[in-house]
């Protein structure tokens, strides 16, 4: 037996620290927890009644018509990108791309406590994607967006006649080029460029890591990150300068 | 004699019992005491180490958990208590969601008659309803709180990749649940947003009638992917059988199963994480 006692246990295991019974400790807290929820979930349904408009009807369009409140982030998106990008492949990509957070992530700091100093990076990343991108966005869908997706201040009146100048050109556009062919080109050269520079510049930053992290995993760090980014600086490239597109194809655009 | 008469309470006594916690202890006495308890229950509950055991370990609901449990596992400011309050909503939209059922048909020509039957004439068929919604989105904010602690805490590193992933499949499942339920009120509320969010499924690449590259494949508005979602090119009635299917029986298998595992890997992983 002592023998057996003596292989070394898995580090899961090997916790330390106190245990405390789980009854009563934990199951009276759950069962506290429990009532404190049964009870706010009876009392709001009892003074805030679900919605019920009038019956479905395909001939009359709600202007705006908006999706459920937890999509409304994606919906945003859809101002800036097409629905292709905004409504299929953003999605897939923050599914996937928040299932390989724990192989990408590989900082063995920070497992199973708080911590802010020994994980700046991770925590930002995943902050701003979620509180900005996710949450303020959505926020901006229920409260900011009116007739038209239109942009309005909560003291506004949603004119659902309210006129916005269309001026968006497109990025070669902007910089003058102006055949179809020449466009497509600088386009792609515009977007490759981006994710070869960004990564490029990565790489030569962390080049020390590559050998303990893995190329892959840096690989796909950065990309996924550079199309968070990428989300970032066309929405302020189509706020603050009025481009509607970078990148023209005949298939697709960006 | 004197110990008959009636004894006025001490003030200053019984706010020191109060205060103290006896006065519970001695409640419960006066209850385990009476005849009525004693002759109901043969015999007390022994508050001894192997008995707490045994109340998790011999009882088929409570042996989703371990017998012990780190100290700071029991922290409200370690878990938020969020996957358990998520775990708690779906339960609760789960019951409320079987009583709705006896009463809602998915059929075009009677889904929000039976909307409006179930707030004006079941018997508290509102409120019914009403939790069911705010817990379904209530659902949605906790478990999006349960995941941004758990990636606060760094719980998704290893032992507990896999169960990260889980996870993801559980955030996912658990939009797709709120979503299709969206539809069933039949009310122009339900059908608009439901449009705007399939609409999406006609761009998607290579499947979708107005998706990049679809000429390759030659999806059409009533043969690509979002047709295949609601049955037809419009949201209408297949829509709403279809959504009912997935909303009432399919998703929640799904969920469900995906929890079980879920827990399962919390216990397999070496319980809830913390400083190694
Ligand atoms: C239906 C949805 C979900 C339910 C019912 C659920 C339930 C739970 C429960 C009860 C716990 C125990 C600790 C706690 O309460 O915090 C837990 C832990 C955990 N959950 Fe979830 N969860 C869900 C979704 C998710 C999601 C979306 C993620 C992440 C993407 C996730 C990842 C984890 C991980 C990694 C742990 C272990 C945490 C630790 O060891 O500290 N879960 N879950």
């Known amino acids: 037996m002592a023998q057996m006692a003596a292989a070394p246990k898995k580090k899961v295991e090997g916790l330390g620290g106190e245990k405390l019974h789980v009854w009563p400790y934990l199951v009276r807290l759950e069962f506290l927890c429990a009532l404190l929820v049964i009870i706010a979930l009876t009392v709001w349904s009892i003074v805030i009644d679900a919605p019920l408009e009038e019956a479905a009807n395909p001939t009359k369009t709600p202007n705006p018509s908006k999706a459920p409140w937890y999509f409304l982030g994606l919906q945003d998106i859809l101002v800036y990108f097409d629905p292709w990008f905004a409504g299929v492949v953003a999605p897939v990509l923050i599914i996937v791309g928040l299932m390989l957070i724990p192989y990408l992530d590989v900082n063995p700091k920070g497992n199973g406590y708080y911590t802010y100093h020994e994980r700046k990076t991770a925590i930002w990343v995943y902050s701003f994607g979620f509180l900005v991108l996710w949450i303020a966005l959505i926020i901006m869908g229920v409260f900011l967006r009116g007739p038209g997706w239109n942009l309005f201040m909560p003291w506004q009146y949603w004119d659902p006649h309210k006129v916005v100048a269309l001026v968006n050109v497109d990025l070669p556009y902007a910089f003058g080029v102006r055949t179809y062919n020449g466009a497509m080109l600088f386009g792609g050269a515009v977007i490759i460029g981006y994710f070869a520079v960004g990564t490029a510049i990565y790489f030569f930053m962390e080049r020390k890591a590559l050998k303990s992290v893995g190329f892959l995993r840096m690989f796909l760090k950065i990309e996924l990150f550079l199309i968070m980014m990428g989300i970032v600086i066309k929405i302020v490239l189509r706020l603050g300068f009025n481009i509607k597109y970078v990148w023209v194809t005949p298939w697709f655009n960006i | ?276």
Not at chain 2, 75 to 80: A, Q
Not at chain 2, 210 to 221: C, D, I, K, S, Y
Request: net charge positive; hydrophobic share 50%; charged share 15%.
């Open chain 2, 1 to 276: 004699m004197a110990s008959n008469s009636p004894q006025i309470p001490n003030i200053a006594e019984l706010m020191d019992k109060i205060k103290s916690g006896k006065i519970f202890s001695e409640i419960a006495k006066e209850i385990t005491g009476s005849q009525i308890w004693t002759s109901s229950f043969r015999h007390g509950y022994a508050d001894t180490p192997r008995n707490r055991v045994l109340q998790i370990a011999s009882n088929v609901w409570l042996h989703l958990h371990p017998v012990k449990i780190q100290r700071h596992a029991l922290r409200i400011k370690f878990t938020w208590c969020m996957g358990g309050i998520t775990f708690l909503l779906f339960l609760s939209t789960v019951v409320t969601g079987v009583i709705l059922m006896f009463y809602y048909r998915p059929v075009g020509e009677y889904a929000y008659y039976d909307m409006k039957y179930l707030q004006y004439d079941v018997p508290f068929g509102m409120l019914m309803r009403n939790m069911h919604r705010w817990a379904a989105h209530a659902m949605v904010i906790t478990v999006w709180l349960h995941m941004f602690r758990v990636f606060l805490t760094g719980s998704y590193k290893p032992p507990r990749e896999f169960n990260w992933v889980i996870g993801v499949f559980l955030v996912t499942f658990t939009l797709l649940l709120s979503f299709t339920g969206y539809l069933l009120p039949w009310d122009q509320l339900a059908m608009w947003a439901v449009t705007v969010g399939t609409n999406m499924a006609r761009a998607t690449p290579f499947l979708g009638n107005e998706g990049p590259f679809a000429e390759f494949v030659g999806a059409t508005p009533r043969y690509d992917v979002r047709a295949l979602l609601i049955g037809g090119s419009v949201v209408g009635p297949p829509a709403l059988l279809r959504f009912y299917v997935l909303h009432c029986i399919f998703i929640p298998l799904i969920a469900g199963a995906l929890m079980i595992v879920h827990f399962w890997r919390i216990r397999k992983d070496g319980g809830i994480s913390g400083p190694l």
